[in-house]
């Protein structure tokens, strides 16, 4: 019996354990809007998390892309079955068989098209892959997919699909046609470079002369720079000899960013503007698609001794629109001063390098990938926070949002990923420039082109797109939860799409194993489904104060 057993896992294993079952880049960007792909199966390894989302299929996507790959010498077979809620509206074809097997080799993808019914309506779509490693143990994969059609954009589809089917059928000249039609797209696409190279070294020369700050620009080297062997290509070093000479300019081009910036937004860039020379990288703490984050050193002007920064920039692939977020979302923290706010120390935008923000550095780390270093440190045992030290820390936090508050600043997206902690468990408050880039994870796109920190936000935020002070309430609620679950994933059993209905039922998260009752009853305030009976900061820091005064008189 135990040798069945045994063979039975060994089989199982092998079939989970060799084969990945993923979407490619483009397919992921046409069904949610990121540039990454998203792997269901990875080496075996099966994204229960992925799986459970209900992803919806647009009007103008007539087909599903789905990639596999084999990773053992040997075929595996498979089976395809999918189920169409509503097959008056939808049917389905494939361009494989529902049956056959997997070749090994490298990846393969298969398309699955859809089609729709002449009028407006949508379906739920089950699709199931059943991979054996033998006939009796098979992996099974389901994929639920909400597909929408709309008339108008199924008789433009069709109509497409009927001018393929004629230019393929036409006459015997089908491949003179065909050599034809690849000619004129080549010349085409060579028409349309041209034009693009004419018309950048037009706007080249045009932009030279009407950027007011062009002249502005060489002052900035009288700066002392050398090029170093850095982090990243062709980054520019303080030389760490010689401080820099005074500068009577600084250096910006935010005209590269919005060609028409308000007076205002230019006045303030223009204001926070530190010359790229005086910014020394010395090694990448995180890094995400298109944004990271930096260690390095500032020598400001008139001080001998450099200090300590973290840069945040984009990389050079990094969109003009994400670098512009970059910026204006690291902007609210300029010139702010309190002990549990990271404040900002200025913005370069210089037209010869990615622009970055520069923030002061005195030990602390994300307090999002603190937590989870806390929980499965690699190093050693995990270090385990005392019920003292989360409410301690959890103060801090309140406080630095209640400075925001006063600053009549709503910061919209308060979560452990938007904080610092050091070693002393000393915490601040920081923008959210970069992560939607470094925590994907923590985002949805729910169909609207915009990723949003979905399992944080307040049922009104989720409804109406509103938020106010009370709005933040809610998500430090959610903090609070991070906090003492040493930064699990919120609802991570509940599809983003369904989450407004979800809060709107009244369902909460469960309060955490070994969280004290006096601490959930916390957060539970917060969650409130009216705003007006959510507590205010202050409420929450006098509930926190008295909480651990209770803790330290045993102590």
């Known amino acids: 019996m135990l040798l069945k057993l045994a063979v039975l896992l060994l089989t199982l294993q092998q079939c989970t354990g060799y084969f990945n079952f993923y979407l490619e880049k483009p397919e992921v960007l046409t069904l949610m809007g990121l540039q990454a792909q998203l792997f269901y199966v990875t080496d075996g390894q099966i994204n229960e998390y992925a799986m459970k989302f209900v992803v919806p299929v647009p009007a103008h996507v007539p087909e599903l892309h789905f990639t596999w790959q084999n990773l053992i010498g040997n075929p595996l077979s498979y089976e395809i079955e999918v189920e169409v809620n ?10 494989i068989t529902s049956s056959g097997k997997i070749p090994a080799g490298p990846p393969q993808t298969w398309a699955m098209t859809f089609h729709c019914a002449p009028y407006d309506a949508e379906t739920d779509v089950m699709i199931r892959v059943n991979v054996f490693a033998t006939p009796k143990n098979k992996t099974v994969l389901e994929f639920k997919r909400r597909k929408i059609c709309l008339v108008n954009k199924t008789l433009e589809l069709e109509n ?21 039609a690849i000619g004129c797209a080549c010349a085409f696409v060579a028409a349309i470079c041209v034009l693009v190279v004419a ?6 020369k045009s932009r030279r002369h009407r950027d007011p700050l062009q002249e502005s620009r060489g002052l900035s080297s009288a700066c002392s720079v050398e090029r170093g062997t850095g982090v990243g290509p062709a980054q520019t070093f303080l030389s760490p000899e010689t401080p820099p000479p005074p500068s009577t300019a600084s250096v910006s081009t935010y005209r590269r960013l919005d060609e028409r910036p308000t007076r205002e937004l230019y006045e303030r860039i223009h204001e926070m503007t530190v010359e790229r020379c005086r910014v020394r990288l010395l090694s990448i703490e995180m890094e995400g698609t298109f944004g990271r984050v930096y260690k390095g050193s500032y020598h400001e002007e008139g001080t001998t001794t ?17 670098v512009t977020v970059l910026l204006k ?10 002990p549990t706010v990271l404040t900002v120390l200025g913005v370069s935008i210089e037209e010869r390098g990615a622009p970055f923000v520069l923030y002061p550095y005195t030990g602390y780390r994300n ?12 190093e050693g045992p995990s270090r385990a926070l005392t019920t003292q030290e989360v409410v301690e820390m959890a103060l801090q936090a309140a406080k630095g949002a209640q400075y925001l508050h006063r600053k009549k600043f709503i910061h919209r997206d308060i979560a452990a990923r938007n904080y610092v902690v050091d070693e002393n468990l000393r915490v601040q408050i920081t923008d959210n420039a970069l992560a939607r880039d470094l925590f994907p994870q923590d985002y949805h796109c729910l169909g609207d082109n915009e990723n949003r920190p979905i399992k944080w936000l307040a049922i009104e935020s989720l409804l109406s797109d509103s938020f106010s002070s ?37 369902y909460r998260l469960a309060q955490p194993i070994n ?7 916390v957060m539970a305030y917060c969650w409130a489904m009216s705003p007006d009976e959510r507590p205010t900061f202050s409420q929450l820091i006098m509930c926190l104060q008295d909480f651990h005064a209770q803790l330290t008189q045993y102590v």
């Open 86 to 95: 509503d097959p008056s509206v939808l049917s389905e074809t494939m361009n």
């Open 160 to 180: 497409k699909r009927q001018e393929v089917l004629v230019a393929a059928s036409g006459t015997n000249a089908g491949g003179q046609v065909f050599y034809a």
């Open 199 to 204: 018309y950048y070294v037009r706007d080249k």
């Open 306 to 322: 450099p200090r300590d920064v973290l840069v945040k920039t984009a990389a050079e692939h990094a969109s003009v629109s994400q």
């Open 329 to 338: 979302e690291s902007m609210n923290f300029y010139r702010l001063s309190h």
């Open 367 to 378: 307090m999002k990938k603190f937590l989870l270093r806390c929980k499965m440190s690699s």
């Open 470 to 506: 009370a709005s933040d309430v809610w998500a430090f609620g959610v903090l609070l939860w991070e906090l003492t679950t040493l930064a699990q994933q919120p609802y991570v059993e509940v599809d983003p799409f369904e989450m407004a209905s979800y809060l709107r039922d009244g």
């Open 515 to 521: 969280c004290p009752d006096e601490l959930f009853a």
